[in-house]
């Protein structure tokens, strides 16, 4: 366990990969419009709210996540309710690539 992980020896790994966030000040996305990030949280942030154990760490993520759970699957709605065979296979690539700029990099 590393000095700066307080938490366990079992999360000290997934703690210690984080450093790289420790001084990244852009939002948890780019573009992204959760409550969390356009609120101005940081992913420094959230490395410093988890490296010290506090649960508005896991609000946040949860926030996060939770808002683009739930954009996807208002897209899969929206996909799959269009009849046209080429419009229905443009929004499922529209749909492939919102997922991937929502993804934490």
């Given at each position: 366990?590393?000095?700066?992980?307080?938490?366990?020896?079992?999360?000290?790994?997934?703690?210690?990969?984080?450093?790289r966030?420790e001084?990244d000040?852009?939002p948890?996305?780019?573009?992204?419009?959760?409550?969390?990030?356009?609120?101005?949280?940081?992913?420094?942030?959230?490395?410093h709210?988890?490296?010290?154990?506090?649960?508005?760490?896991?609000i946040?993520?949860?926030q996060?996540?939770?808002?683009?759970?739930?954009?996807?699957?208002?897209?899969?709605?929206?996909?799959?309710?269009?009849?046209?065979?080429?419009?229905?296979?443009?929004?499922?690539?529209?749909?492939?690539?919102?997922?991937?700029?929502?993804?934490?990099?």
């Amino acid at each position: 366990m590393c000095n700066y992980c307080v938490v366990s020896r079992f999360l000290c790994p997934v703690f210690c990969l984080l450093f790289r966030f420790e001084d990244d000040f852009r939002p948890l996305s780019p573009n992204c419009q959760c409550p969390a990030c356009s609120g101005g949280c940081t992913r420094a942030y959230v490395h410093h709210l988890l490296h010290n154990g506090e649960l508005l760490a896991g609000i946040h993520l949860m926030q996060h996540n939770l808002f683009h759970y739930l954009s996807f699957f208002e897209a899969v709605r929206k996909a799959l309710s269009i009849p046209d065979n080429e419009e229905q296979i443009k929004a499922w690539d529209r749909l492939k690539m919102q997922v991937h700029h929502s993804l934490v990099v």
